[in-house]
């Protein structure tokens, strides 16, 4: 018990527990889970991960390592849960076999640099396999389709590789949806009312335009 206490493993150990603890309150109910597919129903990053002013970057390195790790597509506490997981486990295996090899001061700085590999490497790959599943077995009010046509806000910047925007669909759930511009068109400055055009399956993503533009009947395409 002296050993975790150790300031080289509690690095790793109070992450893993605080995950564990999260998972163990869910399991009891006594915090609810969101359901967020595609940052779907209300799935902000501001709501789910407590970062409160988390919308008013612009989709830089923050927004895009996020996206990265595989939000939009898995619930964001599974992310979380699974990147502390990997973080206190990888860690303390890594202290566990340098320890007796190098001095707390090196041994702990090698120890972050395998932890924060693992944590992303197989965050991500867990995020892609139930990206693929979970949307097969979960069933919602509406399909991100059925949205296609509606009015939406801005919440990030949006251009030709990351934006994200908030639309409500008919019966007033908030989503937030990832949106790119087409080919050509400029930048959509955040808080800008846009239109989803039509949805792109292989990207996750909505064509997002400023205008409603006139059409015979269909989708907008």
Not at 78 to 99: D, H, P, R, V
Not at 125 to 145: D, K, N
Not at 154 to 179: K, M, P, R
Request: glycine share 10%; aromatic share 12%.
């Amino acid at each position: 018990m002296r050993e975790l206490l150790q300031w080289w493993n509690l690095i790793f150990v109070l992450p893993f527990v605080g995950a564990l603890f999260y998972v163990l309150m869910l399991s009891t109910g006594l915090v609810a889970g969101d359901h967020d597919m595609d940052l779907d129903h209300d799935a902000d990053l501001d709501h789910d991960m407590g970062i409160e002013h988390a919308h008013e970057f612009e989709p830089g390195m923050l927004a895009r390592a996020l996206q990265f790790l595989g939000i939009g597509r898995v619930p964001v506490s599974i992310i979380i849960i699974s990147f502390c997981f990997l973080w206190g486990f990888a860690g303390f295996a890594a202290n566990t076999l340098l320890k007796p090899l190098l001095p707390p001061w090196l041994f702990a700085w090698v120890s972050i640099a395998v932890a924060f590999m693992a944590a992303v490497v197989f965050t991500r790959f867990l995020a892609g396999v139930l990206g693929r599943i979970m949307p097969a077995t979960e069933t919602y009010a509406v399909s991100l389709e059925q949205l296609v046509g509606k009015w939406a806000e801005a919440v990030t910047a949006i251009d030709e590789s990351f934006g994200q925007a908030h639309v409500y669909d008919d019966a007033g759930a908030l989503h937030t949806v990832q949106c790119l511009t087409r080919g050509g068109e400029g930048k959509i400055a955040r808080g800008t009312q846009v239109v989803l055009l039509f949805f792109d399956k292989a990207k996750g993503a909505f064509y997002v335009g400023t205008e409603m533009p006139a059409v015979s009947g269909g989708p907008l395409k």
